[in-house]
Nanobody, 123 residues
Framework: QLQLVESGGGLVQPGGSLRLSCAAS????????IGWFRQAPGKEREVVSC????????NYEDSVKGRFTLSRDNAKNTVYLQMNSLKPEDTAIYYC????????????????WGQGTQVTVSS
């Protein structure tokens, strides 16, 4: 069974850091583009970052550039999202998703989704 499982969310103060993990089972993550998305209450799901299957291209949404870093550990079949200098506006449920080869900003183009992990940035 193909599955993505996110972990690492939680409550953090502004300026703090979290590292989210996206672990795959049933397929090899390195064969797929992996996107990180987030959805805040009352808002649409938006892409935060995405890396292509080759790892040659990694993109970031403007508001997280310089603060978030996406990385892969192919040996662990896991993708990470390191989030630094967190702001209250980063509060959302974060999801990882996979699609063949290339990134897309469209949620409908992703085949598999994790269940999401809550990130809350608050003092």
């Amino acid at each position: 069974q193909l599955q993505l499982v996110e972990s690492g969310g939680g409550l953090v103060q502004p300026g703090g850091s979290l590292r989210l993990s996206c672990a795959a089972s049933g397929f090899t993550l390195s064969d797929y583009a992996i996107g990180w998305f987030r959805q805040a209450p009352g808002k649409e799901r938006e892409v935060v970052s995405c890396t292509s299957s080759s790892g040659g291209s990694t993109n970031y949404e403007d508001s997280v550039k310089g603060r978030f870093t996406l990385s892969r550990d192919n040996a662990k079949n896991t993708v990470y999202l390191q989030m630094n200098s967190l702001k209250p506006e980063d509060t959302a449920i974060y999801y990882c998703a996979s699609r063949p080869h290339l990134c897309s900003t469209s949620t409908s183009r992703y085949d598999y989704w994790g269940q999401g992990t809550q990130v809350t940035v608050s003092s």
